[in-house]
Antibody, heavy 119, light 107 residues
Framework: EVQLVESGGGLVQPGRSLRLSCVAS????????MHWVRQVPGKGLEWVSS????????AYADSVKGRFTISRDNAKNSLYLQMNSLRTEDMALYYC??????????????WGQGTLVTV | DIQMTQSPSSLSASVGDRVTITCRASQNIISYVNWYQQKPGRAPKLLIYVASSLQSGVPSRFSGSGSGTDFTLTISSLQPEDFATYYCQQCHSAPLTFGGGTKVEIK
C-alpha cells in the first residue's frame, strides 16, 4: 500500500523558515515525480511545487518562487520543502502527493494526510 | 497561467440523482484534466485522470468527459458517500492549476 507521511509543520513567525518532510513507502520512490499542494482550511487547493524522479526538473508556483525549495533524497524515500521568508499567506495544510513517471505534469495520487503550517 | 473555472460552486441533490459538474479551461488543454473528491477532514482522492480514465477502485458511477476547454464530471446515481467537494485540475502545463471546487450537498 502506498503511504505518504508528512511532518515538520508548526507555528512560525513571519519571516522565519520551516522545513517540511514527506516519507514515502509502498512504491519505488525514485521512479516517480513528487509534489507539494497546499490548502487553506475551508478553501481550495493550490499547487506549490513539483520535482521529477531524478531532481532534474523542478517547478514552483509564482507565489512561492524564490522563497521555497523542493528537494528529494531517493536513498531515504523522502521529499522535502524548505520554506524561507514565510508570510501569513503561506499558512495552510501542506500535502505531499505522488506523481507519475517522467514529467511532473500529471495527476496527484495518492496524497498524504497533510501537515499544518501556521504563520 | 491556465485558469480552471468550475461550475456550479455548490449544488444540492438527492440520493439517486444524476449530477454533472463542469470545468472550463482558459485555453485548449486537450484532455489533460483530472478530477478529485475531497471529504471533510480528508485528503483529496483521485477519481478521473486525463479527462475520462477511471482511477482503479473508483465506482463506475463516476465518469469524465470532454476535450479542449470544456470538461464534465458526472455521477450517474448519487450515493450517500458521494457528498463531498470535487475539484478539477489541469496538467497540460505549469503552473498546475485547480478549479475552485464544487460542493455537493444533500437536498
Amino acid at each position: 500500500e502506498v503511504q505518504l507521511v508528512e511532518s515538520g509543520g508548526g507555528l512560525v513567525q513571519p519571516g522565519r523558515s520551516l522545513r517540511l518532510s514527506c516519507v514515502a513507502s509502498g512504491f519505488t520512490f525514485d521512479d516517480y515525480a513528487m509534489h507539494w499542494v497546499r490548502q487553506v482550511p475551508g478553501k481550495g487547493l493550490e499547487w506549490v511545487s513539483s520535482v521529477t524522479w531524478n531532481s532534474g526538473n523542478v517547478a514552483y508556483a509564482d507565489s512561492v518562487k524564490g522563497r521555497f525549495t523542493i528537494s528529494r533524497d531517493n536513498a531515504k524515500n523522502s521529499l522535502y520543502l524548505q520554506m524561507n521568508s514565510l508570510r501569513t499567506e503561506d499558512m495552510a495544510l501542506y500535502y505531499c502527493a505522488k506523481g507519475g513517471t517522467g514529467s511532473y505534469l500529471g495527476w496527484f495520487d495518492p496524497w498524504g494526510q497533510g501537515t499544518l503550517v501556521t504563520v | 497561467d491556465i485558469q480552471m473555472t468550475q461550475s456550479p460552486s455548490s449544488l444540492s441533490a438527492s440520493v439517486g440523482d444524476r449530477v454533472t459538474i463542469t470545468c472550463r479551461a482558459s485555453q485548449n488543454i486537450i484532455s489533460y484534466v483530472n478530477w478529485y473528491q475531497q471529504k471533510p477532514g480528508r485528503a483529496p482522492k483521485l477519481l478521473i485522470y486525463v479527462a475520462s480514465s477511471l482511477q482503479s477502485g473508483v465506482p463506475s458511477r463516476f465518469s469524465g468527459s470532454g476535450s479542449g476547454t470544456d470538461f464534465t464530471l458526472t455521477i450517474s446515481s448519487l450515493q450517500p458517500e458521494d457528498f463531498a467537494t470535487y475539484y478539477c485540475q489541469q496538467c497540460h502545463s505549469a503552473p498546475l492549476t485547480f478549479g475552485g471546487g464544487t460542493k455537493v450537498e444533500i437536498k
